[in-house]
Each structure stands twice: as C-alpha cells, then as structure tokens.
C-alpha cells in the first residue's frame, strides 16, 4: 500500500490537482492522506471519499508537525506501507504509482527516496542535496542528469517530494517539531543517515511542482520561518566558529536588505530575533 501524505494550508484548488493525477480506480492499493493544518477551511472536505482520508491538525503544525501526524496515523495502520509525502502544489505524471512500487520492490534497502522534481515548464527543481559540515554549505545539486544509476546516495532530499519505506523502521520515524517550517526535510534525512539509514534520489520517478505557490503568499513570514530553522539547522550540524559567521552574515544581509527589500528583510530580523529568544530559553 502506498499512502500519499499532504499538508492542507488553504490548497484545497492545489490538492485536487494532486489528487487528479492520480489512477481514478480506487482499489489502486493507494490511499491519500491530507493533515488539515488550517481548521477552519471547510472546502477540503470536498475532496474526501473512500480512498481520501482528512485528519484535522486543531491548529497549524507547520510542515513537520503535520506530517508528523499523518506518519503516525499511518504507522498505526500499516508498519509495512510506503510513504510519499508530497507537496500540495505538486502532482503526479501518469503511471507513477506502479513505477514506485516495481522501485521499491526492486531496492528494499532504501529508507528515505527523493524524487526528481521538476517544473511545469520541465526545468529540474530538485535532484539532489548536499551537505558540507566544514563549512556549514546545505546546497541542492543536480546528481542525476549524468548519472546513468536508477539511484544515487546523497545527503538529503526535498520534502516536497519524500519517499519514506516504513518497513525498514522499528519506529515511526518523524520530523523535529523543533522546526515550523524549512529545513525540516535536511534534519529528517542527516538524523536518520546518522543512524545509519540508506537516503538517496532517483530518477526513475518524478514529479512536477509549482514552486512557492504557498509560501509566497506571505514573504515576510517565509523569510522569517526561514532564518530561524537555517540558524536552528547549522547550530546543530556545523561547529561554533562557522555558526558565528553564518549568523553575522544573516545580519549583514538583514541590514542591506532593508533598503533593497524590507519585506523580506524585516522577515530576516524577526528570524533572527526569535532564534536568539529561543536559545535563551533552552
């Protein structure tokens, strides 16, 4: 069985796209997970049926804090399941599903699978991550355009597009809920890889994926969500010294930016601001 998890924030337009991109028969062995983080928005119960299932948040849990709910609801049902969790404004091209089955049953040994993903104008998105402790550089690189292998091992793949084999789990596996939004999916992917856990990216399956169609509604909040979970991230990966000179060049850039960009710039301010608060209180 294969369940897609998505992360409802006032998408229900971008969710049905998803949801219609996948085979209509409904004894397909998928079933489609949506965490509602966004209470009051009623039109996502349109969308549930016999193979939709809607789970309500209560409140907003971020990215992580939803998925979170969705993994252990899923772990719960069916400890041998796959997991795709997958964006709201992604969707799927025809004949997925049964690619990602015949993967898996062909490489049982992968834990955590990115997927390439790709704009609607076919540019590639994502595929690949990698991470440099030396110097604290989280970077996307493209590891599959010349790369002949049906996978490749990297460092961590894009949330928007995370396979996750729950049968290689004695536990259900969850994001930090240390993390509202960004960088949850590099923690995910670097804690489990410490374990021990294979993490890798393929281009054997791919979706398409409307960059920042959410998260651009509000810039300030994106860049303020943003710089906390980046300083959060690189406190907990990287050394004190590359630390303190990640967080002066965030300040530089907060000061530049209020003339070019204030928006963005007060969002980085604020960002800042509550991981500072929150260091103190920890």
């Not at 983080?37 to 789970?55: A, R």
């Not at 076919?122 to 996978?151: H, M, R």
């Not at 907990?236 to 710039?265: D, E």
Request: hydrophobic share 40%.
């Amino acid at each position: 069985m294969i369940y897609f998890l998505t992360v409802n924030y006032y998408s229900t337009n971008l969710i049905t796209k998803l949801i219609n991109s996948l085979p209509s028969c409904h004894n397909d062995g998928y079933k489609i997970i949506i965490i509602n983080n966004s209470p009051d928005d009623n039109s996502i119960y349109q969308l549930k049926n016999q193979s939709t299932i809607i789970i309500e948040a209560e409140n907003n849990l971020g990215f992580g804090g939803g998925c979170n709910l969705g993994l252990q609801w899923i772990f719960a049902q069916n400890k041998q399941a796959i997991v795709w969790i997958i964006n709201p404004d992604a969707y799927l091209p025809e004949n997925t599903l049964e690619k990602a089955r015949l993967f898996f049953d062909q490489y049982p040994e992968l834990s955590i699978l990115g997927t390439i993903i790709y704009t609607p104008e076919q540019k590639i998105w994502f595929a690949g991550g990698c991470f440099i402790p030396e110097n604290g550089a989280i970077s996307e690189v493209d590891l599959l355009t010349n790369n002949d292998t049906d996978y490749i091992n990297c460092d961590w793949v894009s949330g928007c597009s995370l396979i996750i084999n729950l049968k290689n789990f004695s536990e259900c596996p969850l994001f930090d809920d240390a993390y509202f939004l960004y960088y949850e999916d590099f923690d995910f992917c670097r804690r489990y890889a410490n374990k021990g856990y294979l993490i890798a990216i393929t281009k054997q399956l791919h979706v398409i994926h409307q960059p920042s169609s959410i998260t651009n509604r509000n810039i300030f909040k994106k860049i303020r969500y943003s710089t906390y979970s980046y300083l959060f991230t690189i406190n907990r990966y990287t050394n004190k010294s590359i630390f303190t000179m990640k967080i002066i060049l965030q300040i530089i850039k907060a000061v530049v930016g209020l003339i070019i960009k204030p928006q963005a710039a007060l969002g980085k301010i604020y960002g800042i601001f509550d991981y500072m608060t929150n260091q103190q209180y920890h």
